[in-house]
């Protein structure tokens, strides 16, 4: 089966720039998670959705993030406007439910300038 | 908070030599459990996952791990280690009924010919 496809792989932007992640999950998972992973730690769950739901974005910074899922496949996430501290590698991953494993794309590696 | 310590932050190993990762996470509840392995330039892949019974679960590529609950660990081992495991090893847990999953800060495996 198809992996979950993220793009585009590296993004390079000056700061108070907007940017934004398009990630595609593997056919069939209801389930989408983003991620950021900052240097040397381990990824942490931005915002969760079930199907077009987003049912977790607790640590989603909504001031300057957003994200949607608009018909339940395909997702975005956009920063606007970006900051030198949003450098890092943005995940998706999705799972087809609960107490399912997740599956990871390749993730975006952003740096700001 | 709830958290997932992995204590070694860099190995390095000849060929041959035995591994053992340590995972140690700080849940009172149900959990699952999982280690993911992310090869260079690639994207996180599942490594072997507990959710529940015989709490030696062996995984791909010869890796296993052990669930010790009262010790809440869930290292991750394997008997002789090849050049082609060097790569960065995350544990994970989640609660069980709870989606979230909380990364440790991984481990850099170095496995020298």
């Known amino acids: 089966e198809a992996g979950v496809v993220q793009s585009p792989r590296y993004k390079i932007i000056e700061k108070k720039q907007p940017v934004a992640f398009w990630c595609n999950p593997i056919?069939?998972?209801?389930?989408l998670y983003w991620y950021r992973q900052n240097l040397g730690q381990g990824p942490e769950l931005l915002i969760r959705?079930?199907?077009?739901?987003?049912?977790?974005d607790s640590q989603l910074p909504k001031d300057r993030f957003s994200a949607e899922r608009l018909k339940g496949v395909d997702s975005t996430l956009k920063i606007q406007p970006a900051e030198l501290g949003d450098s890092a590698v943005y995940l998706c991953?999705?799972?087809?439910?609960?107490?399912?494993?997740?599956?990871f794309g390749d993730g975006t590696r952003l740096s700001i300038l | 908070a709830q958290s997932v310590s992995q204590h070694n932050h860099h190995v390095i190993l000849s060929e041959a030599a035995s591994l053992e990762l340590g995972c140690n996470y700080s849940y009172g509840g149900t959990v699952n459990l999982f280690w993911y392995v992310q090869y260079p330039g690639q994207h996180l892949q599942l490594l072997l996952k507990y959710f529940s019974g015989d709490p030696l679960v062996k995984g791909i590529k010869g890796f296993e791990a052990e669930f010790i609950k009262s010790k809440f660990s869930f290292n991750l081992r394997k008997p002789s280690v090849q050049w082609s495991d060097t790569a960065e090893y995350f544990c994970a847990v989640n609660e069980r009924g709870f989606q979230k999953l909380v990364f440790g800060t991984g481990t850099r495996l170095l496995v020298s010919p």
């Open positions: 056919s069939g998972h209801n389930t």
């Open positions: 959705y079930e199907n077009e739901e987003a049912v977790d």
């Open positions: 991953a999705s799972s087809s439910g609960s107490n399912q494993p997740q599956h």
